[in-house]
């Protein structure tokens, strides 16, 4: 949400990584258990939340339907909801920030309730597409008007009587799952939806924890069908909310690649549908232990000690993207400092996140010295054994984790590493550059 660029600059950090944090929330289940509190009758406190630009534009949103959302401390946030149909009509136009997930999550919720409302965000979400939520959404009797191509702004009128939905994804996409979950809590019957490729399933485990019934059968060929039982009552309750491990992927790969380094990244969220790249990297020889296993609010959560390792390419196959969407560009930067070529299959959804991420990853490796080559949906990227030079001023297009990885990058390269804007680093990981610089990277303002 910066209006004015915040460029950082990353040089090669003066000794090795070390020490012991813990990142922010979950992105991902930030936003569902607001939401949730906000479909719930009775309290929901939440512990952990993720206090990053996207989480608090759902924090906004849910208020704007009529829930009591407040902050009670660090992290700490308390939602009184609605019950499930009783949210209200916002007076004003819903400003998702850079949030797809905020943006198609509440579309979903909204397309269920005889309301209307409008829905935007900033330059990069007006660029997303929305019509893989409002085609299937539209089946529950709820109307859409978009600009050209199904973008944002986007007009709802929720439909007054939703029919339950039966939906085939035709893309690996937790946000289009969760959407059509979302709206068939207000219709009458099951709600069925089939994903070829299982996604992440946080949507599914927090709606059962708030009392709903949701059934999910594995398919064998590495899908699920879910279904949900309609017009349940929702029960506010406690959830906490793990160390988010899309963000503990870059200081994670920062300390295989710097030399000597050893840090421990604690109460990381381990939901197998999310661990993707933790499973790649030890292929590629990364020394990670995990500790401490446990579980906490339904989902498995560890201590990761991740030690600089040589790292060797690999074949990440295309079945996997989904468990590790959001990790590709921290992963190709792992991958530039590899020996041997990485291959990472079946990157179509990269080109529709906050930005085209396939052609950023590639732009940015490109002017850091780095060999790699886009083949259809794969990215390769052809490591030597030695980190790229460096020196070049990377164009993140309005993506946090684009700017991230690169930051990452430049803690190994002999020239710095410049960003050209920073400042969304704070829609998924506030206080980056200063945990970073804790454990002894080297990242200027
Ligand atoms: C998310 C799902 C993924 C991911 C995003 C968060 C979610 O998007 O990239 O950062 O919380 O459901 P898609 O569902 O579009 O793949």
Redesign the pocket.
């Known amino acids: 949400m910066t209006e004015t660029p915040k460029p950082m600059t990353a040089r090669a950090a003066a000794g090795p990584l070390s020490g012991s944090v813990r990142v922010p929330g979950d992105?991902?289940m930030s936003?569902r258990a607001l939401m949730l509190g906000a479909l719930a009758v009775g309290e929901t406190r939440i512990q952990g939340l993720l206090e990053g630009e996207d989480v608090l534009c759902t924090a906004a949103a849910m208020r704007a339907l009529g829930a009591e959302v407040t902050r009670t401390g660090d992290g700490a946030w308390s939602v009184r909801g609605r019950g499930v149909g009783g949210l209200a009509e916002p007076d004003s136009v819903l400003d998702m920030g850079n949030s797809?997930?905020a943006a198609r999550l509440l579309t979903g919720i909204i397309a269920g309730h005889p309301i209307f409302a409008v829905i935007t965000g900033d330059a990069s979400l007006r660029r997303r597409p929305m019509k893989r939520v409002t085609d299937p959404l539209a089946q529950c009797g709820a109307a859409f008007w978009t600009r050209e191509g199904g973008r944002l702004p986007l007009a709802i009128r929720g439909a007054r009587d939703p029919m339950p939905l039966d939906y085939t994804l035709p893309v690996?996409?937790?946000?289009?799952k969760?959407a059509v979950l979302l709206a068939g809590l207000c219709a009458p019957g099951i709600t069925r939806v089939v994903e070829p490729h299982a996604?992440?399933d946080?949507t599914e485990t927090m709606l059962r924890g708030f009392g709903a019934t949701v059934e999910v059968d594995r398919r064998d060929d590495g899908g699920r069908e879910i279904r949900l039982t309609g017009q349940p009552e929702l029960t506010g309750r406690p959830v906490t909310v793990p160390a988010d491990p899309s963000s503990a992927a870059f200081p994670a790969v920062a300390a295989l690649i710097v030399p000597g380094s050893s840090v421990t990244l604690e109460g990381v969220g381990m939901n197998p549908l999310r661990a993707g790249l933790y499973t790649t990297l030890m292929e590629m020889g990364a020394d990670i232990e995990i500790r401490a296993q446990r579980d906490e609010a339904g989902e498995p959560v560890a201590d990761l000690t991740v030690s600089s390792s040589p790292l060797i390419g690999v074949d990440v196959p295309a079945e996997r993207a989904?468990s590790m969407?959001?990790e590709f560009p921290v992963l190709a930067v792992a991958a530039a400092c590899a020996t041997g070529t990485t291959r990472m299959r079946g990157l179509a959804?990269l080109r529709v996140?906050e930005s085209d991420r396939l052609a950023a990853i590639a732009a940015g490796l490109d002017a850091c010295g780095a060999r790699l080559e886009i083949a259809g949906d794969d990215l390769l990227v052809h490591g030597t054994g030695a980190p790229p030079r460096g020196g070049a001023t990377i164009a993140t297009h309005m993506d946090h984790r684009i700017a991230m990885a690169f930051l990452v990058l430049g803690q190994v390269t002999a020239e710095p590493v410049t960003v050209d804007d920073g400042g969304f680093i704070d829609t998924s990981f506030p206080g980056f550059a200063e945990l970073m610089r804790g454990l002894g990277a080297t990242i200027e303002a």
Request: charged share 25%.
């Open positions: 992105k991902s936003h797809g997930t690996a996409s937790a946000q289009v969760s996604t992440r946080h989904p969407i959001d959804e996140k």
